[in-house]
């Protein structure tokens, strides 16, 4: 069974650009959920959709905002880049959202 | 909100040794995950556990839920096993991280 893939890998944007990343769940997977991961603020939460639908979102700016395909296949956008945007992105995958999580290899996103 | 702290926060070890990390949080969670972070940033997930003790190999984690708590056991530690180990709850619908724990494994 194929693991959770997130592209692109790496990314280089300028300050007001904006851009977009793509999760594939495993395979049967309903639920994914997105996460920002810097230095000086861990890991944190953005948002979890389920069957296409936004069950809940952390707190982070509307300038992210996030999409789930009927496939489970999942987008996150940034628009409006600013330079603390830079991190890795990480999603994850589950049957349900309180089951089992697995983790894609992440989005490292530089704003420069 | 919930709060999940991790100890120690660094961790130093020479290669065989065993180690025990910590994880408490503030408040009833519906579950709890560990998770090794490599050097190139992947998140493996080892344990699922929101109540009881689980092993795989040479590692193994118990969560005492009524007191908040979970430990993860890493026994002759190897190189390998070093990264950041985080724990994580589930906490209504949101997924809480700890800031981490860092292990260095040295030879």
């Known amino acids: 069974k194929a693991g959770v893939t997130q592209t692109p890998r790496y990314l280089i944007k300028t300050r007001g650009q904006q851009v977009t990343l793509s999760c594939s769940p495993i395979s049967g997977h309903r639920s994914v959920s997105w996460y920002q991961q810097t230095p000086g603020q861990g890991l944190q939460f953005l948002f979890e959709y389920f069957s296409e639908t936004q069950r809940n979102k952390g707190n982070f700016p509307g300038r992210f905002s996030g999409r789930q395909f009927s496939n489970s296949r999942s987008e996150m956008n940034v628009s409006t880049l600013e330079l603390g945007d830079s991190a890795l992105y990480l999603c994850?995958?589950?049957?349900?959202?309180?089951?089992?999580?697995?983790f894609g290899q992440g989005t490292r996103l530089t704003v420069v | 909100g919930i709060q999940v702290e991790q100890s120690p926060p660094d961790l130093i070890l020479q290669e065989g040794a065993n180690s025990t990390l910590r994880c408490n949080f503030s408040d009833s969670v519906n579950n709890l995950q560990w998770f090794h972070q490599n050097p190139w940033g992947q998140l493996i997930n080892l344990f699922y556990i929101p109540s009881g003790t689980k092993q795989n190999g040479r590692l193994s984690a118990t969560t005492v839920a009524t007191e908040r708590y979970s430990l993860l056991y890493i026994s002759s530690s190897q190189t390998t096993d070093s990264g950041v180990y985080f724990c994580a709850v589930r906490y209504g619908q949101n997924f809480v991280f700890g800031p981490g724990t860092r292990l260095s494994v040295l030879p």
């Open positions: 994850a995958s589950s049957l349900e959202g309180d089951r089992k999580a697995f």
